[in-house]
């Protein structure tokens, strides 16, 4: 396993011709984290991910799995999901102000800002998903 890598274990919920579906459990890290109930990645107990497999068949539902993925991903999706937002809602809220001078006027702009940026994400997740890539291995 290459040191750069998060691993989590996981028991395969479902298979179909390309992808193996698999329900990950929350980490021990998280267990004893004092932010786990203000943590909206961690907010439920168990997460199902679709793992791009080239011979599915080899998994069967109900068998415990490894899900690796490089850490470095684990960063970008926290810079797209809160990092970006809020340099987004900082810099429009300000930039606004120079020009506009009622304040609710102003945040509402930070605000609508922040919320194209979202649908954007939305609607561009499929090209997104695919820069974020999974492998599995059996547990042994």
């Not at 011709?17 to 929350?26: E, N, Q």
């Not at 990645?41 to 068949?57: H, T």
């Not at 954007?120 to 042994?140: A, C, D, E, V, Y």
Request: one cysteine or more; a positive charge; charged letters at 20%.
């Amino acid at each position: 396993m290459i040191a750069s890598q998060e691993t989590h274990e996981g028991e395969i919920v479902g298979v179909d011709d390309t992808y193996v579906h698999v329900k990950i459990l929350l980490n021990e890290a998280c267990q004893n984290c004092n932010s786990k109930k203000a943590c909206m990645v961690f907010s439920s107990k168990e997460r199902i991910i679709d793992i791009r497999c080239d011979n599915p068949s080899l998994f069967q539902i109900g068998e415990c799995v490894t899900v690796h993925m490089a850490t470095s991903m684990g960063l970008k999706a926290v810079l797209f999901a809160y990092v970006l937002p809020v340099i987004l809602l900082i810099g429009s809220i300000l930039a606004a102000s120079r020009w506009i001078k009622q304040e609710l006027i102003t945040i509402a702009i930070g605000l609508g800002v922040v919320v194209t940026y979202y649908l954007l994400l939305f609607s561009l997740r499929k090209k997104i998903n695919r820069t974020f890539s999974f492998s599995i291995s059996k547990k042994i």
